[in-house]
Nanobody, 128 residues
Framework: QVQLVESGGGLVLPGGSLTLSCAPR???????????ISWFRQTPGKEREFVSG????????WYAESVKDRFTISRVAAENTVYLQMDALKPEDTAVYYC??????????????????WGRGTQVTVSS
């Protein structure tokens, strides 16, 4: 079972920035060209929601409307890592952020049931 590891969460003031990273714990894990790697977030009492995703080969990116123009997803193939740059953070961005892999997500990037591998999450808190 592949384990993904998220890092970079923390406490930040409103308007601040954070960069999250996601990588397989096993450095030998192969990320195939068809994979979509996405970020989701969840707050207590709410359903987990899609934040942003990236197609590994096509470099096509998707964003939730609530984060468009503030968050930027990217990937560095040499590092086997996906990053989520979060700017202009708002209190409503507070959540546990998870990364996940969809092995063939070009058309199902927004379907959580298609994601086979998940990380344990990293807490992001936006508060003054």
């Amino acid at each position: 079972q592949v384990q993904l590891v998220e890092s970079g969460g923390g406490l930040v003031l409103p308007g601040g920035s954070l960069t999250l990273s996601c990588a397989p714990r096993d450095a030998t894990f192969v990320i195939y060209s068809s994979y979509v790697i996405s970020w989701f977030r969840q707050t207590p009492g709410k359903e987990r929601e899609f934040v942003s995703g990236i197609h590994w080969r096509l470099n096509k990116k998707w964003y939730a409307e609530s984060v468009k123009d503030r968050f930027t997803i990217s990937r560095v193939a040499a590092e086997n890592t996906v990053y989520l740059q979060m700017d202009a953070l708002k209190p409503e961005d507070t959540a546990v952020y998870y990364c996940a892999i969809n092995p063939d997500g070009r058309l199902s990037w927004n379907d959580q049931s298609k994601y086979d591998y998940w990380g344990r999450g990293t807490q992001v808190t936006v508060s003054s």
